[in-house]
């Protein structure tokens, strides 16, 4: 069965860094989008970044020129390298799958798959 399983969460200080990985097992992770989602108490999901299938990837204006995303089909999993931590980056991390690219990536819809989140959080 799809099983996402995140890892790398933690506390950090501003200015910080922290890499979040998400290992994938039970279907075929290099034919896959993989994305990467938060949540903070109180505030909607938001998309953080997404890599497709060509390994082309996109991101959120909040975290442009800060965040990377990037994949190791070897080992099935993919990662979110955050660096210049803020305050607000501090939520509930999630990684998602889907078979097909989501047409809006970034609200949530379309995605198929999601682990159980890791917590990050920036002081």
């Known amino acids: 069965h799809v099983q996402l399983v995140e890892s790398g969460g933690g506390s950090a200080q501003a200015g910080g860094s922290l890499r979040l990985s998400c290992t994938a097992s039970g279907f075929n992770f290099a034919a896959t989008n993989m994305g990467w989602f938060r949540q903070a108490p109180g505030k909607e999901r938001e998309g953080v970044a997404v890599?497709?299938?060509?390994?082309?990837?996109k991101f959120a204006d909040s975290v442009k020129g800060r965040f990377t995303i990037s994949q190791d089909n070897a080992k099935n999993t993919v990662y979110l390298q955050m660096n210049s931590l803020k305050p607000d980056d501090s939520a509930m991390y999630y990684c998602?799958?889907?078979?097909?690219?989501?047409?809006?990536?970034?609200?949530?819809?379309?995605?198929?798959?999601w682990g159980q989140g890791t917590q990050v959080t920036v002081s």
């Open positions: 890599i497709d299938d060509d390994g082309l990837a």
């Open positions: 998602a799958a889907a078979r097909r690219f989501p047409v809006n990536w970034s609200d949530g819809s379309g995605w198929d798959d």
